[in-house]
């Protein structure tokens, strides 16, 4: 293991200021105070529950209760109160000699000026420069999901989500304007200032929002993790006021989503009765039975069950709030033996123990549990093999035995199911201490202690069993794996916001943050329990000691920060942001251990110019132009690769000396670098946002340019060298570009009806611009090859493979082809002499497909009637491809796997107008070479939330001493609407560490159809 000392040291020296966030709490000072009460009602005289009271000066406060009523023992040197309302235009009233306020509030048609969170603070949303999206809490909520991630999905534009796998606790895959670069990708996450890698053990009720920070102007105060995106999500937290109970609950059933048409078992044997007039060796049909029809993607398959509960508890008072939760999730996966269960809580609290400082936490703690079936993998996993096992096997015989090929080894996939027992459990705390020294109304410092604590641990038994003579385990084993990963975060952060001369406002803040992570991990087997039973399922208990295995390793790292940022706005018309991060990191060596990440933007509010001002401005409202260009970093490379490193793995032993002497050997695995950097990405951005027709319809587009420079990729050298991989250097290049727009139209018909209407989209186009010494990358390797290239001009993981042309059709046709295919026939596939050599040789491969789509979309209705609401998400892709790689087998006209029924359309002399080649038992012209047959159209558009509810009158729920009572129905990815002809074209990576597969379908584990129940109360 190797510490890079200079930054540790410093980092321990930092750590120990984390004793200021530990302050014992201080007793408030009494004030004379008076007491004031009111109603406060909507513009229909409707009593308004939870309108915010607040006296601006000292903070002390409430909220109206069930019938709107409020009262209040306020300073008696109060002078007004300001009241606040979602959704309705704040008032400030000036205090007088009556002791009764009641208040009309108007409710805003304009969109609400919102505060948005952005890296180490928060502005009002009209006055962002860079590149940010909001989404907040009720339409994460709304959707019954197990990683609040994919939540985003169709909502945000420039937020491409993908499901990796629709297995319960599945991996996703989240691009943030494409992928810019062949290593990770993934968007650094951030939760209440908490760094982390993914946000599963969220549940999507402890949410208030997430920001999205696109564009490096934004997302440059992260610097060296900035660079795919950043997402922020900041948590529920307390108000002022009354306690407020909560609970919210929904049950769901689950089916498989699937557009699979495949033979049945008569369909299979008259088709392999052809087939085997064209075998030089016929299969023995006898050996079936036609009438046995398996449709084993039902087999494997259930309706699985699922159900989600959340309590919750908040409230404060003056100098204290707080909120507490709790939830569980239990979700079934609708292929057998599949199933995920989460429980999470948190803990924010917040304590003003004067008027100087302010202590608090947010602390998050979840436990998951997931059990899994074999996926992954374009050979045995159990969807790939539910695929393309023959129909005609029966899943038992008529003996109580398992079914199984007579003709190929291929597994019973619901066989593999019952004997898999595969399970892994993650533990994971999150959170943060900190203190808020307030020095005046302008200047204050926080500084915070953060830890991500995750325990990872992994269970696998494989029992002894016998399927058949190829599927079978005749010892049994035991698999036990742990992992744990510490990651410590130290932030101190000084702020400063002022205005001078009414007219120049101007903020700044300095920071300087240390962070060190440790991973450690251990995994060892062992064979020959006494038998299968669980309570023996432990190493100790295996008994063939010559059998176990154990390995093990571990690593640190350490980044050290100083960031600043600068905010002025000039009269409310022009404001600019600047911000830089110095970045230290262990990952690399001396020379090259810091980077700089700078970057500005700059917006322009024409609305308040006086020129627009005096225009008509009955139909355009506000308009905003922004223009934003940064620097950002990725250091996600693995922590040594400075450093040759050598491998003392059992597999380098040798023998030597007479007699012979097993001696343990040393290889060098990796050649070093010392020159090593960090990618940098330098994004330009441009923005307009406009409001029309008083804020009915608002209107944001822009287009931005991303260019990945340095990108880290291993240079290949000799193997005479002696190393198994070269270094990693720092010459590749990527750039991504596009245009995103978001269009939203808000309105009410009278005083009942209100309604929603949404659309945005988002370009992309992805270029490969340089890979120094490297002519290409091959990625996602399949039984007949790798289906992915990324080369130079083209985009990242692009399908490549053989073009073709059509069919032989003709005798004619067929003396052409036989000089570059000696071996085609009428019938078979052309393939296309891309070098013009006339030979069909590897130079004729090409790129034959993207993965990338052209534009991807969404668009959503809301519609509210007295207590009635609608809500509608549809997203989809256009443009993008899939390589479906279970053509291999569903379109293989010569064996025996199961076919799709197209294949029933195969060339004859009689039927030429076909696709289809020839049937062919022994295919040697190899019609299923990787070519463009396996690249399927991808484009899709799916309905991805329907949900209807019913909120219950206040005045009929406030006798049950009821704040809120809402009832729902809820329907996810209920229509699918594709070409593809796979399980499901919503297509990530194979898996979630294989960045260069994105697209490709080994069989992919289906999202599923969704429906639920639910209900939410407030007390």
Known sequence: MIKRKSISHSLKKTMLFSAFCIISTLTMAQTSSIGLSGTVTDQNGQALIGVNVIDPDSKTGTITNENGKWMLDAPSKAVSLKFTYIGYNDQIVKL?????????????????????????????????????????????????????????????????????????????????????????????????????????????????????????????????RGANGVIMITTKHGKIGKDIISFSSYWGTQEINTNLNLLNGQQWYDLQTVINQTRTTPINLALVDPSVSTNWMKEISRVAMMRNHDLSFSGGREDFTYNLSLGYLNQEGTVKNTD?????????????????????????????????????????????????????????????????????????????????????????????????VNFNKDLYFKSSLGIDFNRYDSYDFDPVYTVNTYQKNAVNKVSRGYSKKENTLFEN???????????????????????????????????????????????????????????????????????????????????????????????????????????????????????????????????????????????????????????????????????????????????????????????????????????????????YNKVTKDMLMVEPIPYFLGFEKGPTTNVGSVRNSGVESQVEWRDRIGNDFKYTIGANISTIKNEMLSMGTSKFISGATLRNGNATYTSVGNPIGSFWGYRTDGLVQTPEQLADVITRQPNAGLGDVVFVDVSGDTKLTDLDKTIIGNPLPDFYYGFNLGLEFKGFDCSVVFEGTQGNDIFNAMRYFTYDLGDVTNKSVEVLNYWTPTNTNTKIPRLNGKDKNDNKRISDLYIEDGSYLRLKTLQLGYSFPKSLVSKLFVSNLRVYVSGQNLLTFTKYSGADPEIGQITSSNYTSRGVDIGTYPQAKVLTAGFNITF
Not at 366 to 373: G, H, L, W
């Open 96 to 224: 007088g000699t009556s002791r009764i306020i009641n208040l009309q509030l108007e409710e805003s048609s304009l969109q609400i000026d919102e505060l948005v969170v952005v890296g180490y603070g928060s502005v009002r949303k009209s006055d962002l420069t860079g590149a940010v999206s909001s989404v907040k809490a009720d339409a994460i909520s709304r959707q019954p999901v197990s990683n609040a991630a994919q939540a985003l999905q169709g909502i945000v534009p420039g937020v491409q989500v993908t499901a990796n796998s629709g297995s319960p606790g599945g991996s996703i895959t989240v691009r943030i304007r494409g992928i810019g670069t062949v290593n990770d990708s993934d968007p650094l996450y951030v939760v209440d200032g908490m760094p982390v890698d993914d946000i599963s053990f969220l549940s999507s009720n402890e949410i208030e929002s997430i920001e999205v920070m696109k564009d490096a102007s934004a997302t440059a105060i992260y610097g060296s």
């Open 340 to 436: 995920y269960e989460r429980i999470s809580s948190r803990i924010n609290l917040e304590r003003k123990m004067n008027k100087v400082i302010s202590i608090g936490t947010n602390l998050a703690f979840s436990n998951e549990a997931r059990k899994k079936v074999l996926e992954g993998s374009n050979t045995v996993g159990i969807i790939n093999s539910a695929i393309k096992l023959e129909p005609v096997v029966p899943v038992k015989n008529a003996d109580g035995t398992w079914g199984s090929s007579k003709y190929i080894d291929y597994p019973n996939p619901l066989a593999a199911i019952e004997f898999t027992n595969s399970r892994d459990k993650t533990m994971k705390l999150v959170g943060n201490v900190f203190a808020i």
């Open 493 to 703: 952060t000084l702020n400063y916001n002022h205005t001078f001369a009414s007219k120049h406002s101007v903020g700044a803040m300095i920071g300087y943050t240390a962070e060190q992570t440790r991973y450690e991990n251990i995994y060892a087997t062992k064979q020959n329990t006494p038998n299968n039973e669980p309570e023996l399922q432990y190493l100790d208990a295996a008994q063939l000691a010559t059998s176990a295995t154990a390995t093990g390793g571990a690593y640190e790292s350490s980044i050290l920060s100083m960031l600043g940022r600068a905010n002025y706005n000039y009269d409310d018309r022009y404001l600019a942001t600047v911000s830089i991060r110095r970045d230290g990191s262990s990952r690399f060596g001396k020379k090259n251990q810091y980077g700089n990440f700078p970057s500005f933007g700059l917006a322009w509010k024409i609305n308040n110019e006086t020129f627009f001002k005096e225009m008509n401005q009955e139909f355009l409202n506000s308009a905003k132009l922004r223009v934003g260009w940064g620097q950002v970093g990725n250091q996600n490379i693995g922590n040594y690769a400075f450093q040759n490193l050598m491998s003392t793995s059992a597999q380098y032993a040798y023998l030597y000396g007479n007699p012979e002497v097993v001696y343990q050997g040393a290889v060098a695995v990796d050649l070093g670098n010392v020159d090593v950097k960090w990618e940098s990405t330098e994004s330009t951005n441009i923005g307009l946002d406009l409001g029309f027709l008083n804020g009915r319809l608002n209107v944001s587009a822009e287009y």
